[in-house]
């Protein structure tokens, strides 16, 4: 499968952003789902991810409740939307797709966008 991530940008403190994860393949709905970030200088690390079904998310304590992730099948997209925004969320953000049951690691997932960079001013 490919991973085409989109919908970052530059936004003000307290603003929002809906990133998108458009995938190729007949197989998008047999994959978990996820969102990692990276900061400039730090490991890239979990955000979010949802279950192959869209039944079942979990997120990082750090934008928990500021954040959603939701998949449609028919048109093999992931979108997180990322509300509250703060300098800390400033990082390129990746989609990814994996075989695991819920995969929090980078190394669980076999599949990976290229990015798309969310920088977020104060």
């Known amino acids: 499968v490919q991973l085409q991530a989109s919908g970052g940008g530059l936004v003000q403190a307290g603003g929002s952003l809906r990133l998108s994860c458009a995938a190729s393949?007949?197989?998008?709905?047999?994959?978990?789902m996820g969102w990692f970030r990276q900061a400039p200088g730090k490991e890239r690390e979990f955000v979010a991810v949802i279950s192959w079904s869209g039944d079942s998310t979990s997120y990082a304590d750090s934008v928990k409740g500021r954040s959603a992730i939701s998949r449609d099948g028919a048109k093999n997209t992931v979108v997180l939307q990322l509300n509250s925004l703060q300098p800390a969320d400033t990082a390129v953000y990746y989609c990814?797709?994996?075989?695991?049951?819920?995969?929090?690691?980078?190394?669980?997932?076999?599949?990976w966008g290229q990015g798309t960079l969310v920088t977020v001013s104060s």
């Open positions: 393949g007949r197989l998008f709905r047999r994959y978990v």
């Open positions: 990814a797709a994996s075989y695991g049951t819920n995969p929090r690691r980078a190394y669980e997932y076999d599949y």
